[in-house]
């Protein structure tokens, strides 16, 4: 099983998980973080970090997420691993609430 970013990561793009990650399976796009589903050892610490809940064990992935478990495994592949915590964007506030984020998903 692997841990899975979802929607609401996107324009947002918190990096406290990444901090906690004992494996660095977190890799960095322009506004969002996905995790590597074959770097996930399922250890479960990344989840709480989220302040924006962002981030859900696979088989409890919400019905209208699940795709996101697709879209981490293939952009993981094409970004590279984050393994420090960086400052967060400067609206990343404005962003949090807002929903249907999928179409601001910078590749």
Sequence with gaps: MTYVVTEVCIKC??????????????????????????ECIDCSLCEPECPINAIYAEDELPADQQHFLDLNTELSRAWPVITEMKPHPDDAKEWEDVTDKLKYLER
């Design 13 to 38: 793009k918190y990096t406290d998980c990444v901090e906690v990650c004992p494996v660095d399976c977190f890799h960095e796009g322009p506004n969002f973080l996905v995790i590597d589903p074959e």
